[in-house]
């Protein structure tokens, strides 16, 4: 594992509010396009308010996360809510999702582009990809800094190509940028 990306967000997650945010708004706004039963996994969960969202809908949960401290939060929510939810200390990048392992995969507010193969790989065949993150037109200075965090135009699409796409939203700076969905794209996509 790697202590010092672990220790950079475990002091991140001691530093917020014990409340749970509410889930990623590709998953909030679409739960009628999850199955009614299926392994699900909020892949670099964070404080888990996927990982919450998708228990509450009837999957079953895992909610992997590098940060002990986003883990231990994310444990008590569920404890108090009586969710099971099957959490795991994980530097992702040194172990990735196995192939063809879960129903749906939900990734808000992560990018680690060379780990989109395996991510992909690690979708049944049927199953359901919700994926957030930050791109590089931002109307605002919200999310990371870094080039390398950041999406390019379309690229969430572009990742996705050979996928039947259910949902797409980037909207940049187009139009009045104090109105909409802005600094994000939003994708959701079906594994053929």
Known sequence: MNNLTKDKWDK????????????????YQNLHLLPSSGNALDLACGRGANAVCLAE????????????????ILSSIANENKLLINYE??????????????????ISNFLERKLIDTIKGAVKIKGLIFYQTFIKAKVDEVGPKKPE??????ELLAFFSDWNILHYKEE??????????RNQAMLIAQKP
């Open 57 to 72: 809908n009837g999957l079953t949960v895992s909610a992997w996360d590098i940060s002990t401290s986003a883990l231990e």
């Open 149 to 154: 965090y950041l999406l390019n135009c379309n």
């Open 172 to 181: 940049g700076m187009t139009g009045n940028t104090t109105k909409g969905f």
């Open 12 to 27: 991140h997650y001691s530093s917020c509010s014990a409340e749970l945010p509410k889930a990623a708004d590709v998953l």
């Open 89 to 106: 200390a994980r530097d992702i990048i040194l172990q990735p999702p196995e192939p063809d392992s879960f129903d749906v995969i939900v």
